[in-house]
């Protein structure tokens, strides 16, 4: 045996068995072998005896860690079907009631302002001015007050805006005719006529179909939100929660028919 074919041999040696088969070596202090081989050389061990101890080894059992692995996967997927199973829903009906509310207020407070025959200010609320072909509220470029019982007085923030602001309260089809009267806008209160009156019927109409609208948005999102968390729902909780949907969206629009037909009445009086 060369002895650079190993490196750092130690004085014990060693006979290890693999699978009943024996074979036997020097014990290294190293894991390099790089050319030496296994010998089975009873010669060998009868030459020099000392050199040589006998050891038996088992092969190691491998079916107990398969087993674990196994195990392990199993409880991953377990974990994970449970993940699902709790998965949180998009689906907030607190948060959807509360839009179907906000748009009911937003119908509320446009009533408001359609008024007969008497200055307020919450009448020219729904107003907007177009400069330069951007929307701004009213309320953002002036402010508005009473002056008389029959007079609105608008006061423009920039009377450079006087002429669009003037144009925008003759054009919401109020049937109002404002006067610009130096640093401001006159705003004279008509009395009620039968076309006036129609005219505001049809305003009131219009701002309650748009209402309506925005209460189908609220609806199609609470359809989509519930249709997302089907993938992780229980379908009778799905469905339920649908018809929840469903019976709100009726219960708001069956109050802006109301809130409608309260304010025509009002208007025709």
């Known amino acids: 045996m060369s002895r ?12 290890i068995s693999r699978r009943s088969a024996l074979y036997w070596a020097p014990a290294f202090t190293t894991t390099t072998l790089r050319s030496y081989s296994w010998v089975q050389n009873s010669e060998s061990r009868r030459s020099r005896p000392g050199e040589w101890l006998s050891v038996r080894g088992y092969a190691k059992k491998t079916s107990n860690k398969k087993k674990n692995t196994s195990s392990v996967a199993v409880d991953n997927n377990n974990k994970n079907d449970s993940a ?3 998965a949180v829903m998009l689906f907030d009906e607190k948060a959807v009631s509360g839009k179907f509310g906000q748009a009911i207020q937003a119908l509320k407070e446009q009533f408001s302002a359609l008024r007969i025959g008497r200055a ?19 309320r953002d470029l002036a402010q508005v007050s009473i002056r ?11 009377t450079e805006y006087q002429t669009a602001v003037d144009k925008s309260i003759r054009e919401a089809g109020l049937n109002l005719n404002p006067v610009i009267d130096s640093k401001f806008i006159r ?17 009131a109409s219009q701002a309650a179909e748009q209402i309506k609208s925005r209460i189908r948005l609220v609806r ?34 069956k109050e802006v028919d ?11 009086s």
């Open 220 to 253: 199609q999102d609470g359809m989509k939100q519930l249709k997302t968390d089907a993938k992780s729902q229980s379908k009778d909780d799905i469905k339920k929660m649908e018809k929840l949907v469903q019976t709100m969206t009726d219960k708001y629009n």
């Open 258 to 268: 109301e809130l409608l037909k309260s304010k025509l009445k009002e208007i025709q």
């Open 187 to 203: 705003v004279p209160i008509p009395k009620p006529t039968k076309d006036s009156r129609d005219k505001m019927a049809k305003v």
């Open 4 to 15: 650079t074919s190993l490196r750092a041999i130690s004085p014990i040696t060693s006979f």
């Open 120 to 138: 307020n200010p919450a009448l020219l609320d729904t107003v907007r001015v177009y400069i330069e072909d951007v929307s701004f509220s009213l």
């Open 148 to 158: 008389d019982p029959q007079t609105l007085l608008v006061t423009v923030h920039d």
């Open 84 to 86: 699902e199973t709790g």
